[in-house]
């Protein structure tokens, strides 16, 4: 437990903008090269398990579709106000329903990681390298996160398979939140 903290506090202070990625592979990478971004996927799929039922297939795939939608006003540089807020706020907000074990119903909780997913599929549109291709791109930055929602998912039910392991996923969408505190102050 203390080297997943590690691991996350370092991520953390890593600087963002230190990221940049070229090439064709960039879409692929995105995705994977902010905590922001890495927080909130993972815990979309974290927080699916934890509603349970159709939630667990239908609540990533909102976030994966509205964050197609976000890509493209990303890539045409359509003005979206406070969308480093909003990335940030999914995480401090994601990490929060993981630690509450917030239930929604199903249509409130894929608005609400559809509302995410515009704001970070904006980010990695616009933040696209020049002359990368959009195709391949976007096809990258949307497997990446269904892979990392994927990983979240995976992490939250051998969680629940183990007899304190509801507790430590609680436990990590609190540090999470805390992480999206962080973020949040960063981006304001």
């Not at 203390?2 to 960039?26: D, K, R, Y």
Request: net charge neutral.
């Amino acid at each position: 437990m203390n080297g997943l903290i590690a691991v996350m506090l370092s991520l953390i202070l890593l600087p963002q903008s230190a990221w940049a990625h070229a090439g064709n592979s960039a879409g692929w990478w995105h995705p994977l090269s902010g905590v922001d971004h890495l927080l909130a996927m993972i815990a979309v799929g974290a927080w699916s398990v934890q509603l349970g039922g159709r939630a667990i297939g239908l609540v990533p795939l909102a976030f994966v579709c509205f964050m197609f939608f976000g890509g493209l006003l990303g890539f045409e540089h359509v003005e979206l106000p406070a969308t480093e807020v909003g990335v940030s706020l999914s995480v401090l907000l994601l990490g929060l329903a993981i630690a509450a074990k917030q239930r929604l119903p199903l249509a409130l909780a894929a608005c609400a990681t559809g509302l995410f997913g515009i704001c970070h599929g904006y980010a990695h549109g616009y933040e696209m390298p020049v002359l990368q291709n959009k195709t391949l791109y976007t096809v990258g930055f949307m497997s990446t996160t269904a892979a990392l929602h994927i990983v979240g998912a995976l992490g939250a039910h051998t969680l629940q398979k183990m007899a304190v392991g509801d507790r430590v996923l609680r436990l990590l969408g609190a540090v999470s939140a805390l992480c999206g505190i962080w973020l949040v102050a960063g981006a304001i």
